[in-house]
Nanobody, 121 residues
């Protein structure tokens, strides 16, 4: 059973930074692409970006230049560094693992429980 556990969410003011962490169990990190998603109230879950095993990165346009994904395979951990946060970044943030590089949530096999990020104006 693969488990992903996110941490690092919280309530911050606009312009602040947060770093989310996602720790995985098992062989997840050695064999999977790790993605970050978010879901705001009343909206569909959307991709933020992903990082492939070889380090290749993809970001959705709305977070380019503000967010950064990294991974530490030795620690089975993937990170999401979020800078210059805006109120519209408020959402529950999820990490997920997929056998292939993809932006579709349907292709991700394993999901964390989510961590709330709230950005006040």
């Amino acid at each position: 059973q693969v488990q992903l556990i996110e941490s690092g969410g919280g309530l911050v003011q606009a312009g602040s930074s947060l770093r989310l962490s996602c720790v995985g169990s098992g062989r997840t990190f050695s064999t999977h692409t790790m993605g970050w998603f978010r879901q705001a109230p009343g909206k569909e879950r959307e991709v933020i970006g992903y990082i492939v095993q070889n380090g290749y990165l993809y970001y959705v346009d709305s977070v380019k230049g503000r967010f950064a994904i990294s991974r530490d395979n030795a620690k089975n951990t993937v990170y999401l560094q979020m800078n210059s946060l805006k109120p519209e970044d408020t959402a529950v943030y999820y990490c997920a693992a997929s056998p292939v590089p993809t932006t579709s949530p349907r292709d991700y096999e394993y999901w964390g429980q989510g961590t709330q990020v709230t950005v006040s104006s």
